[in-house]
């Protein structure tokens, strides 16, 4: 398997990679954001119309702008960190599939016809997103703490009410910043192979 990333390279994305809360007085800037989404804008989606949206808070007032919608525990971590990611997705992500699925676009009529395929693909394909966010930004040297306390309504009204984001829904939260590695606490285990997959 000549092909295979370094046991480093897998360390630092995977087995030594932590959930931050406590983070270092050291910015992010937004040269590096923008190589952020060039690395995740590429991993694959359905029909490869790339639902999800991301807002980066990365100023006192956008963040402030979120405190009242964050659970009582993701408050100060989240006001200390230097960047906080909104994982959204566009509800209306099939209006660019002549652009994204030129090969297709017919496509955009399957979720046009039924907002349920729309919406739980939107959903899918946006947390996937979600994800390769936290592998590219751990790519980059960024450390992450994903979040769900929050309310996603009051997100909703407060950052998707302008016209070129209606539509726009939140799904998760994600700070970004360089984690203060004596402030973790002990990790979790995973469960093990044998309990969680079946070889068919
Ligand atoms: C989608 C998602 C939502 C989470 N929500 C919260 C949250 O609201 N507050 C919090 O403190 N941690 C939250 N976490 C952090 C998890 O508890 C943490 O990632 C998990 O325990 C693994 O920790 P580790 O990466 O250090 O091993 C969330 C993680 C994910 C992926």
New binding site residues.
């Given amino acids: 398997m000549s092909n295979r990333l370094s046991d480093d390279a897998l360390d630092r994305i995977f087995r030594e990679?932590?959930?931050h809360?406590a983070w270092l007085e050291e910015s992010v800037s937004d040269e590096v954001l923008r190589e952020l989404y060039e690395l995740v804008k590429w991993g694959p989606t359905s029909a490869n119309l790339s639902p999800a949206r991301l807002v980066f808070l990365r100023t006192k007032a956008a963040k402030e702008r979120l405190r009242p919608a964050l659970?009582e525990?993701?408050v100060e971590k989240t006001m200390a960190a230097p960047v906080t990611a909104i994982v959204a997705h566009d509800e209306r992500f099939f209006d660019h599939a002549s652009r994204l699925f030129p090969h297709y676009p017919a496509i955009r009529e399957m979720f046009a016809s039924s907002p349920k395929v729309a919406e739980e693909t939107a959903l899918r394909n946006g947390t996937l997103q979600g994800a390769y966010l936290i592998v590219a930004a751990r790519s980059l040297g960024l450390d992450c703490?994903?979040?769900?306390?929050f309310d996603n309504a009051k997100v909703d009204a407060e950052f998707f009410g302008a016209s070129d984001r209606k539509g726009w829904r939140s799904n998760?939260l994600v700070n970004l910043g360089y984690g203060d590695p004596a402030k973790?606490y002990p990790?979790?285990p995973r469960l093990p192979f044998d309990e969680v997959c079946r070889l068919l």
């Fill in positions: 990679a932590r959930t809360n659970m525990g993701n703490g994903p979040m769900s306390g998760f973790l990790r979790g």
